[in-house]
């Protein structure tokens, strides 16, 4: 795909998004601006539901809400049917105020808080995937103080990572999340759970990475997986209900990202586990996954209006927007790529190589390093193509700079479901010092 089938345009050349002219939403709403396409949104949503629908098996898609966690999300993904995982009290919050149901939310985390496992559990949520030891023990006082059940899984490291199309295969995974497999903490961890009337176990979990663009990797985690819960048949009589795979499947953030379709990952996944569970005799178990960034990321548009402009005598000139880092930290945090386009001429053919600059007090705040574009001037607005995923959520107030809004446009209608933050907003927070003297 290039980057002309990937944004649409109206009968005056001006960039569309969810049908409505951004122009038009830059001029209504402001600049610095989230927009999401919601069609864009849903049909992900559904090539996922669609893709496991004809391998007729079990399945969950949990929409990993940490790429953007707002209301207007979660009500999304709850009319369209799905789960969500939540890693924190403050997304767990926002979805049950969003009306999301407690028994769809599985919740996530390698340092779940004492406060937040209680209000897990006191909000009856569906699921709590156990991470470590210090965790297990947790739950059990909780669970016995108030005297309560609660469904769980075992997050566990296969010792596979993978990003891109490579993938590593390592004994056990340095990582903070979860039960390593190789040195038996997983199995430890099954039979301190298995040990305790009040937490059902109805599955494992794992998580390879993050802007996977093959399936490799998740066959062979399928295969590591399997493998364990074969052990755990033959020795312990157990087979979990629930295989969670965790997400990862990647989008084309430029044209260098040779994505797969939803199809494709979830057809070849979930042959895989057919293959493996058949071969050991195993139950088909329902099969989750747990996509962020492949839900929200290709929807979302950061609108931002050019401002000053830097010629530097043999070097790329800069062009400076008035947003960046603070609301899509990517590109300073992973040297993350984006494309761009003016929003009132997308097509227009390219004359010069610019960097796109943020307007934060930092050398890294570049948005783009290298960015083809037609003549711009200050005024015009700029579109940053696929932002929706981990930007307006990991948004900041650095340097004090209000958050942008956050709009929704679908069948050529645009809704705010994120105000613009005010001045006021800033300081509400702060207090005065009283000072002596
Ligand atoms: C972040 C995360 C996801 C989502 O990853 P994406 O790359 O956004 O699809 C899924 N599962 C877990 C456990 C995660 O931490």
């Given at each position: 795909m290039t980057a002309n089938d990937y944004y649409q345009t109206n009968t005056q050349g001006h960039l569309i998004i969810g049908g409505v002219d951004a122009l038009e939403l830059a001029k209504k709403f402001g600049t610095p601006l989230v927009v999401y396409d919601v069609q864009k949104i849903k049909r992900q949503f559904q090539a996922f539901q669609n893709a496991f629908e004809k391998e007729q098996v079990d399945y969950a898609i949990s929409y990993a809400s940490k790429a953007f966690a707002t209301m207007a999300i979660y009500q999304v993904i709850n009319k369209l049917g799905g789960h969500i995982d939540v890693v924190s009290g403050g997304e767990l919050f926002t979805a049950l105020k969003a009306g999301f149901p407690a028994a769809k939310i599985s919740f996530h985390g390698n340092n779940k808080t004492p406060d937040e496992l209680l209000m897990a559990v006191q909000n009856h949520v569906g699921v709590i995937i156990l991470d470590n030891f210090t965790e297990i023990k947790l739950l059990k006082r909780i669970l016995k103080q108030t005297n309560t059940r609660v469904q769980v899984m075992l997050r566990v490291t296969p010792g596979v990572s993978a990003h891109t199309h490579e993938y590593d295969q390592t004994g056990q995974e340095d990582s903070k999340f979860g039960f390593d497999i190789r040195s038996g903490q997983a199995e430890q961890a099954f039979l301190q759970v298995k040990a305790n009337p009040q937490m059902e176990l109805i599955g494992l979990h794992a998580h390879i990475g993050s802007q996977i663009l093959a399936a490799e990797g998740f066959k062979l985690e399928v295969e590591k997986l399997l493998k364990l819960v074969n052990d755990w048949k033959q020795k312990y009589d157990y087979q979990p209900r629930v295989l969670n795979l965790g997400g990862g499947f990647g989008i084309r953030y430029t044209a260098q990202d040779d994505t797969l379709t939803a199809q494709t990952f979830i057809s070849q996944i979930v042959q895989k586990v057919k293959k493996c569970a058949q071969a050991s005799h195993l139950k088909m178990p329902a099969i989750w996954i747990e996509p962020g960034r492949s839900i929200v990321g290709e929807a979302g548009y950061n609108l931002y209006t050019i401002g000053a402009r830097k010629e530097v005598p043999g070097l790329l000139p800069y062009v400076a927007v008035d947003g960046g880092m603070g609301d899509n930290i990517r590109p300073a945090l992973y040297q993350a790529e984006y494309e761009a386009v003016l929003a009132e001429k997308p097509h227009a053919e390219p004359v010069e190589t610019v960097r796109l600059a943020g307007?934060?007090?930092?050398?890294?705040?570049?948005?783009?390093?290298k960015l083809a574009l037609p003549k711009s001037k200050p005024g015009d607005v700029i579109a940053v193509l696929a932002t929706g995923a981990y930007g307006y959520s990991m948004a900041a107030n650095y340097n004090r700079v209000p958050r942008p809004a956050v709009v929704f446009a679908e069948n050529g209608q645009a809704q705010v479901v994120v105000t613009r933050e005010t001045y006021a907003d800033i300081v509400s927070h702060d207090r005065f010092y009283q000072m002596e003297g």
């Open positions: 307007r934060y007090c930092e050398s890294g705040d570049i948005i783009i390093n």
